[in-house]
């Protein structure tokens, strides 16, 4: 990253306006202390003793981010060798995707062949699918080194692909680069054992307030799974652009897509183009969840089609970045056709069980309206096979059954709308964790951060990474936590660099909470680990903020 690139682009700054702005709304497991001192035993298969380097010992087991739940270290080191086969025994075409992406991962630096192959000969990399290894679950998995092989082990193929980035993480950071480095190629002697504390582990990306393409977000989707991250949210609509086709209501994305936040372009997804993010997403075992914000947060829908509106008169496009002065027509019929039809064309798109219909900041609708509006709307989802997520205002109305709340409060908010969140928790509403004053990418790190917003104060990597979401909303139980999200607004952002400024290294801890268990949480052990991630995202390019919080490795 340098500053030059990353401050290339024109900053958009908040527009002058009168409407309403966006109101604020144990002794850790000292895991680096596990030493590994690694015999520099080089058993290659087959390949006859590889060319010791006076490079890097193997990344410690202790290391990995997320901290996983068991780490066993002991025994020699498994290293890679041009000989070395990734053997994927199973006849899942899925843990063949696996192991050709392990190979596309490993080949340009390691400049080894590394066939994937059916075969279950002696050592290589093993992948293994094993139905009764139940105790891993959905998403867990086995990591074990030792000189003779490297072998994963998960029940689900999710299980395997998590396995493959903890691989990654104990081969040294330049494993990551696109070209061919010296290596050795060594993995630390041991076992992982590893399930996440919470299935639901999200990223969040705002492409309406700036449109971001294709490729801009199949970046931001390559680099999100490193951590384990496996849902990305994307905010499809709001006030400043509307971002995917719909073809009953085509002007929805020709002209509501037609522009963003500062006037420029916009744009929007066809059809082809979201379902290529969705499969891009798939591919790294992230469930992408769409937002259609409502019944605020509207203006590209109402500026065009007027007949949304109230008044029968559409408002024109707008470009700033106030909230809160939109609203689709609650009373009018051809409301709940257009959501119909929206929702019906989004859903059948969309593989994911979620559909997140905003809520948020609806202040030009009556609570009256809102809780009419909501008891419509929610059946329209489930009526086209999909769980609402909304966020955490929905709890005013009346949540549907197995519904999703989305929290974005603060420390400070009102401790009564804080009781109405828990008290729908209690009542069966589970709950996705995003205070905005903890893990909201977009707060500035501080007064001098020249992108994000500052409404919900400043957010270092220490204030993002140390809470605890199990006991974080009072009054709610921690078995109606889903998980936590990390929500990443674009009023002042719009290039991928400025993405990885204000994701990285923020979205790493909430992976971790989302991941870890609690018992493995610390700051100092975690920062230490997060330093060591350091030149790890050099290597992948990302542009991520060098926190004074954290002891990067100099160089
Ligand atoms: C929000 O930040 N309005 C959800």
């Known amino acids: 990253m340098t500053a030059g690139r990353l401050f290339s682009t024109t900053v958009a700054t908040p527009a002058e306006g009168t409407q309403p702005v966006r109101q604020p709304r144990a002794l850790p497991r000292l895991f680096g202390s596990l030493l590994l001192v690694a015999a520099a035993g080089i058993a290659g298969i087959g390949a006859g003793p590889a060319p010791v380097q006076p490079a890097a010992a193997p990344r410690q087991l202790g290391q990995i981010v997320p901290a ?26 899925q843990v063949r995707r696996i192991g050709a992406y392990l190979a596309r991962l490993l080949r340009p630096s390691t400049g080894y062949r590394l066939p994937v192959t059916h075969d279950r000969g002696p050592g290589g990399i093993r992948l293994r699918l094993s139905s009764h290894e139940r105790a891993l679950g959905d998403e867990g998995y086995r990591l074990e080194s030792s000189p003779g092989s490297l072998t994963l082990t998960a029940r689900k193929p999710a299980g395997l692909f998590h396995a493959v980035q903890t691989l990654r993480q104990l081969l040294p950071a330049a494993v990551e680069k696109d070209t061919r480095q010296p290596g050795p190629w060594q993995i630390a002697g041991g076992t992982v054992t590893d399930t996440p504390r919470y299935a639901y582990r999200g990223a969040m990306l705002d492409v309406s307030r700036h449109f971001f393409t294709v490729d801009q977000v199949k970046r931001y989707i390559d680099q999100l799974p490193l951590y384990k991250i496996n849902r990305l949210h994307l905010h499809l609509s709001d006030d400043q652009g509307w971002r995917i086709a719909v073809d009953s209501w085509p002007r929805l ?8 936040v500062g006037g ?19 591919s790294r075992y992230l469930e992408v969840v769409p937002e259609i914000d409502m019944p605020g947060h509207t203006n590209a829908a109402l500026a065009s089609y007027a007949e949304l509106n109230c008044s029968g008169v559409a408002p024109p496009l707008y470009t700033g970045t106030d909230v809160g002065f939109s609203s689709l027509c609650v009373p009018k019929p051809v409301t709940y056709d257009f959501l119909d039809d929206v929702v019906r064309e989004l859903a059948a798109l969309t593989p994911g069980r979620y559909l997140h219909i905003g809520g948020d900041e609806a202040h030009s609708t009556s609570h009256a309206d809102y809780v009419a509006f909501m008891d419509k709307v929610q059946p329209i989802v489930a009526k086209y096979g999909k769980t609402v997520v909304g966020w955490h205002q929905l709890t005013g109305a009346t949540p549907a059954k197995g519904a999703l709340a989305q929290y974005w409060g603060l420390d400070d908010t009102s401790n009564a709308e804080k009781a109405q969140v828990a008290r729908a928790a ?4 589970g709950l996705i964790l995003s205070p905005a004053d903890r893990i909201y990418l977009d707060m500035k790190y501080n007064k001098d951060t020249p992108l994000g917003l500052d409404w919900a104060g400043f957010v270092e990597v220490r204030r993002s990474y140390d809470w605890d979401p199990g006991t974080y909303l009072p009054g709610a139980p921690a078995s109606a936590v889903a998980g936590v999200e990390a929500p990443l607004w674009s ?6 660099d400025h993405i990885e400024f204000m994701a990285f290294p923020r979205v790493v801890g909430v992976a971790e909470l989302g991941w870890s268990p609690a018992s493995t949480h610390g700051w100092e052990a975690y920062r ?3 330093a060591a991630q350091g030149p790890r995202m050099a290597a992948l390019g990302i542009d991520f903020y060098r926190s004074p919080q954290v002891p990067w490795p100099s160089g």
């Open 68 to 93: 996983p739940a068991s780490v066993h270290p002991g025994g020699a080191p498994y290293t890679l060798t041009p000989l070395t086969r990734i053997r994927a025994d199973h006849h899942s075409p």
């Open 253 to 260: 994305a020709t002209y509501g897509g037609s522009t963003q």
């Open 264 to 282: 420029g372009r916009g744009g929007y997804y066809t059809k082809a183009q979201y379902k290529e993010i969705l499969r891009h997403a798939a």
């Open 426 to 429: 209690r009542n069966g509403t």
């Open 491 to 496: 009023e002042t952002i719009s290039t991928s």
């Open 528 to 530: 230490v680990r997060l």
